[in-house]
């Protein structure tokens, strides 16, 4: 009896852990900006490093990495990631016929005992399908691929803003045990946009592995259209550096507010000076004439046609609210994003099934 289900047990552990397609990102936008900064996450499966990290991604300047996860910018190469730590990666993304990838990169060297599905899966975290690889790559097998080839991997992204507002995309892949409702909370976004985003008509059906696009806030800013950086945008928890890193923009939901302040001893240029009259970049002083208001020189972008300048302007907050009492002052301060993964769960509970049913079987 045992021997005869086994076929069916083989078939049913297959179809429990169909590889998850890795959804299509839109992406729509128009002109310029058809390129932006993007975000995918990468969860840990094993204990790594920030460097191997940064290696396999191709990211080109390490700082970044440590602006996307809002890490001190003194932080080693060599830091631990332990295995089950996720970590965001900004990437540029490039849209065209209505989809969102990542621009040229990363690519990847197939080595011995690679396969497409196993590239994706194991390699990418699922962030996207072996069919996917093989149609970027013009791989009509995919089991006729060679150790040593290059392939591009077109990892999911957005550029499109969501119901009116520019937001930066995250593509995030849903562990075990989430709700969309759940992970809407997470990222700070509403339910009813998450499904509308990912075309979900029913969130019961959302499924571990499956890939999500996640719009995430950004800080409003004073960048004006004509900066080199124009359409600049930083989620919550995160910083860029900018006008050739002369610049560190920072995010905190405590305000929404680009917190944009000069940087010192990082830029291979020679900054200039960034003032508003006596105010320098990111101070502030109080109104003499009533203590509720507060005055900021803001960045306000740079040009980098002629003169390399560091754009900025004044902007007036208050710091009272409607009856005069002073309002909580944003707070500095960023973690390393960690998510327990449980993608094994899945496959124990498949393993535990199967034998539970030889067992009754030969009982």
């Known amino acids: ?84 730590s996720t970590l965001r990666i900004r990437l540029s993304c490039s849209c065209s016929a209505g989809r969102g990838a990542s621009a040229h990169r990363p690519l990847y060297r197939i080595a011995p005992g690679d396969g497409l599905d196993s590239i994706a899966q194991n390699v990418f975290n699922g962030l996207i399908s072996y069919q996917e690889i093989a149609a970027a790559n013009n791989i009509s097998d995919p089991n006729l691929i060679q150790i040593g080839q290059e392939i591009y991997i077109p990892l999911p992204c957005s550029c499109d803003e969501v119901e009116g507002e520019p937001v930066v995309h995250y593509a995030h892949v849903v562990t075990s045990g989430s709700t969309v409702s759940g992970i809407a909370a997470e990222f700070g976004t509403k339910e009813e946009t998450l499904l509308n985003l990912n075309g979900i008509s029913d969130p019961k059906t959302l499924e571990a592995g499956q890939v999500l696009d996640v719009p995430l806030r950004a800080c409003s800013s004073s960048i004006g259209s004509a900066s080199a950086d124009s359409g600049l945008l930083v989620s919550n928890g995160s910083y860029i550096l900018t006008a050739n890193n002369c610049v560190l923009c920072s995010c905190s939901s405590s305000s929404w507010e680009l917190d944009c302040h000069p940087t010192r001893g990082i830029s291979s240029s020679v900054c200039p000076v960034a003032t508003c009259g006596n105010l320098s970049l990111g101070n502030s002083s109080s109104s003499t004439s009533t203590a509720c208001e507060s005055t900021t020189c803001t960045y306000a972008g740079y040009t980098n046609s002629t003169d390399f300048d560091i754009l900025t302007s004044l902007t007036t907050q208050s710091l009272c609210n409607s009856a005069g009492a002073p309002v909580p002052q944003p707070s500095d301060g960023f973690s390393l994003l960690v998510e327990a993964r449980s993608s094994s769960s899945f496959l124990l509970l498949s393993v535990a099934l199967a034998m539970a049913l030889l067992g009754w079987s030969s009982s």
């Open 1 to 84: 009896m045992a021997a005869r289900l086994l076929p069916f047990l083989l078939l049913l552990l297959l179809l429990l852990h169909q590889p998850a397609v890795a959804v299509n990102f839109t992406c729509r936008a128009p002109g310029g900006a058809a390129r932006c900064q993007s975000l995918v996450s990468y969860t840990a499966r094993n204990d790594t490093n920030l460097a191997q990290i940064m290696t396999l991604f191709q990211i080109r300047s390490f700082r970044s990495l440590l602006a996307a996860n809002g890490l001190p910018l003194f932080t080693p190469p060599s830091r631990p990631v332990p295995a089950g």
